[in-house]
T-cell receptor, first 111, second 112 residues
């Protein structure tokens, strides 16, 4: 079992729809959770961080964390073609330097 | 705007060459990291440093070394480049352990 698992996609949604990206992790002591966006040929860019159970909203993005289920998700409202990218889920273990990345989900937003 | 700057965007080197990849950050971060990213393998940690002159091995340190003589600069060294080191190399920094990364723009290295 991979430490951080994501559906590789591609996930295709129409413009204006809600895109839902999901991630599960295996280490129960994980404490910090991140979503990165990576455009083709570019480096990852941090878009959301979440540390406690519940929802965290930032503009069109909402991160959701459920530690009991070891599940973190990213919702993108009013999806735009410019949101088309690979989204990487990443998890930090408690007290450590190590960040575990998922393989990423490719998102296509169709105009 | 905070920045992590990698000195080269594209590099082509010959097998056996010693290769230096440079990374500079302007955020006064203590923690700096080198990753490589390959299709199907994702991001893999090569080395990291949590302080000047300190270094720790990541998941795939073989064939690499690092140098951190100043807080803002973290260098990755390929001692004798091989074709299997052809990859995208990403430098990153972060302020605290629980924070996310700021990545540089990456260096696409091709070893021929």
């Amino acid at each position: 079992q991979k430490e951080v698992e994501q559906n590789s996609g591609p996930l295709s949604v129409p413009e204006g729809a809600i895109a839902s990206l999901n991630c599960t992790y295996s280490d129960r002591v994980s404490q910090s959770f991140f979503w990165y966006r990576q455009y083709s040929g570019k480096s990852p860019e941090l878009i959301m961080s979440i540390y406690s159970n519940g929802d965290k909203e930032d503009g069109r993005f909402t991160a959701q964390l459920n530690k009991a289920s070891q599940y973190v998700s990213l919702l993108i409202r009013d999806s735009q073609p410019s949101d088309s990218a690979t989204y990487l889920c990443a998890v930090n273990r408690a007290g450590g330097f190590k960040t575990i990345f998922g393989a990423g989900t490719r998102l296509f937003v169709k105009a | 705007d905070v920045k992590v700057t990698q000195s080269s965007r594209y590099l082509v080197k010959r097998t056996g060459e010693k290769v230096f990849l440079e990374c500079v950050q302007d955020m006064d971060h203590e923690n700096m990291f080198w990753y490589r990213q390959d299709p199907g393998l994702g991001l893999r940690l090569i080395y990291f440093s949590y302080d000047v002159k300190m270094k720790e091995k990541g998941d795939i340190p073989e064939g690499y070394s690092v140098s951190r003589e100043k807080k803002e600069r973290f260098s990755l060294i390929l001692e004798s480049a091989s074709t299997n080191q052809t990859s995208m190399y990403l430098c990153a920094s972060k302020g605290g352990l629980s924070y996310g990364y700021t990545f540089g723009s990456g260096t696409r290295l091709t070893v021929v």
